[in-house]
């Protein structure tokens, strides 16, 4: 079985701080993985993948296979990057239903 | 494209009423789901559909059952109303695009059982 795991469920860092958002998942096979986020009152939407291994809004994500680590990191958190950030992990191939981690909430302060 | 949209915004029932969530969206995608997000739980599974006449139980079914009426939309039906149903619940569609899929997310449906 599947299984993702976001170990923070708050993350409170001050503007400019460096921020790393973790992401651990338990799956035998070839996993893809995704990052969501839901800023305060808007709808959930991807933030990243990694099969596209790009920068999104200066945020980056390594797939780590020896860790089993898919950690979100930034190196200067904003304000506006508060929101609530959700893992997500998929099987190779197959049907596209994602396991979501229980979500971490991280709070920039000025 | 107004992409994935949900009716009511918000709902209060009482105990053992029942009621349906709707979700359509209209950007031609087999895949719909419907999730409950708890805090401290994240998002869960209660239901999809891979295609047009399909639906398969997520992790949390009890409790709801589910209509994919068309390639358009999905509704979720609550036939006797919890307090443990109380929840946001999302509507998402899917397809696969160029280097990966993703879902599309509908504004939610916050739902109250007293």
């Known amino acids: 079985a599947q299984r993702v795991t976001q170990p923070e469920k708050l993350l409170s860092v001050f503007k400019g701080a460096p921020v790393e958002l973790k992401c651990n998942y338990s799956y035998s096979g070839s996993p893809e993985l995704f990052w969501y986020v839901q800023y305060s009152r808007q709808r959930l939407q991807l933030l990243l993948r990694h099969i596209s291994r790009e920068s999104i809004k200066g945020f980056t994500a390594d797939l780590n296979k020896g860790e089993t680590s898919f950690h979100l990191k930034k190196p200067f958190a904003q304000e506006e990057d508060s929101a609530m950030y959700y893992c997500?992990?998929?099987?190779?191939?197959?049907?596209?239903?994602?396991?979501f981690g229980r979500g971490t909430s991280l709070i920039v302060h000025p | 494209n107004a992409g994935v949209t949900q009716t009511p915004k918000f709902q209060v029932l009482k105990t053992g009423q029942s009621m349906t969530l709707q979700c359509a969206q209209d950007?031609?995608?087999?895949?719909m789901y419907w999730y409950r997000q708890d805090p401290g739980m994240g998002l869960r599974l209660i239901y999809y559909?891979?295609?047009?006449?399909?639906?398969d139980k997520g992790e949390v079914p009890n409790g709801y059952n589910v209509s994919r009426l068309n390639k358009r939309e999905f509704s979720l039906r609550l036939e006797s109303a919890a307090p443990s149903q109380t929840s946001v619940y999302f509507c998402?569609?899917?397809?696969?695009?160029?280097?990966?899929?993703?879902?599309?997310f509908g504004p939610g449906t916050r739902l109250t059982v007293l």
């Open positions: 997500a992990l998929k099987s190779a191939g197959g049907s596209y239903i994602p396991t």
């Open positions: 559909s891979a295609s047009e006449g399909t639906t």
């Open positions: 998402a569609s899917s397809e696969p695009l160029a280097g990966g899929q993703q879902q599309f």
């Open positions: 950007m031609n995608h087999n895949s």
